[in-house]
Nanobody, 124 residues
């Protein structure tokens, strides 16, 4: 059973930056593709970024492309989301998720394990 714990959320002004971290335990982290998703109040959970098991392949939602960067450190069992040039519409609870396979996906339904989420609020 994989356990995921996110950290790094908070309140930031428009144009600012945050780095989210997701620490994994209880599984073979280096075998899992990972993803970041977010959910704003009253909206469905949506894809943000994904990374395959070795970190060589990444993907991003159009809304964050060029501003967010996903990375992973398999030695530390941690995946990161660097968020730059933040906008008010980036305000949401951000979730880390793990697949049971090595190749990443942008589909919520294809991730088996989820963290509890971390709040990101971008103020104008």
């Amino acid at each position: 059973q994989v356990k995921l714990v996110e950290s790094g959320g908070g309140l930031v002004q428009v144009g600012g930056s945050l780095r989210l971290s997701c620490a994994a335990s209880g599984g073979t982290f280096s075998s899992n593709a990972m993803g970041w998703f977010r959910q704003a109040p009253g909206k469905e959970r949506e894809f943000v970024a994904r990374i395959n098991w070795r970190g060589g392949t990444t993907g991003y939602a159009d809304s964050v492309k060029g501003r967010f960067t996903i990375s992973r450190d398999n030695a530390k069992n941690t995946v990161y989301l660097q968020m730059n040039s933040l906008k008010p519409e980036d305000t949401a609870v951000y979730y880390c998720a793990a697949r049971e396979v090595a190749w990443s996906s942008s589909e919520v339904s294809e991730y088996a394990y989820w963290g509890q989420g971390t709040q990101v609020t971008v103020s104008s």
